[in-house]
T-cell receptor
């Protein structure tokens, strides 16, 4: 059974600082996704990572994938308050496109 | 149009009521999904439709009944729900049975 773990569960950071969220998964997968969810809102797609060594960047967020280590990271550079949200990684469980979500990381950026 | 829409936004129902949630997309996506999300938890998959056929049912109780009338619409019929079914119900779609899933805004359901 595919399991997806994220850490930390909660992250409080100051504006301007850098930090990384980690996503580990238990079995081989072809695709890994990162989503953002604001309080009371739906999920917004951030990145899809399709191959070993894939790196994608959008603004202050950069995601990478190491399929051999079954690890993805979401790096935040020079955080700003607008990045405060819950971030989920999700792994494709196979041909059925069944997404297994990580536990989520609640990011709070303090001024 | 890159949007998934859901109605209603909020729903309060009693345990004896019958109600339906509606989801619509006009992106030409052929896979559609229902998820349930409890507060401070990740979404949990309930159902997957691929080419209007049910392909995954994650052992969801029969008081939840999905329906896919056409390639753009997905319904979730609710009957005799329990208070623990209160949650945010999210619909999503993707181009095929693989690929990025795009989520709707959700229906926040409260069962009294």
């Amino acid at each position: 059974e595919l399991k997806v773990e994220q850490n930390p569960l909660f992250l409080s950071m100051q504006e301007g600082k850098n930090y990384t969220i980690y996503c580990n998964y238990s079995t081989t997968s072809d695709r890994l996704y990162w989503y953002r969810q604001d309080p009371g809102k739906s999920l917004e797609s951030l990145f899809v990572l399709l191959s070993n060594g894939a790196v994608k960047q959008e603004g202050r967020l950069m995601a990478s994938l190491d399929t051999k280590a079954r690890l993805s990271t979401l790096h935040i550079t020079a955080a700003v308050h607008d990045l405060s949200a819950t971030y989920f990684c999700a792994v494709d469980g196979g041909a059925t496109n069944k997404l297994i979500f990580g536990t989520g990381t609640l990011l709070a950026v303090q001024p | 149009d890159t949007e998934v829409t859901q109605t209603p936004k909020h729903l309060v129902m009693g345990m004896t009521n019958k109600k339906s949630l509606k989801c619509e997309q006009h992106m030409g996506h052929r896979a559609m999904y229902w998820y349930k999300q409890k507060a401070k938890k990740p979404p949990e998959l309930m159902f997957v439709y691929s080419y209007e056929k049910l392909s995954i049912n994650e052992s969801v109780p029969s008081r939840f009944s999905p329906e896919c009338p056409n390639s753009s619409l997905l319904n979730l019929h609710l009957h005799a729900l329990q208070p623990e079914d209160s949650a945010l119900y999210l619909c999503a779609s993707s181009r095929l049975a693989t690929g990025t899933q795009y989520f709707g805004p959700g229906t926040r359901l409260l069962v009294l």
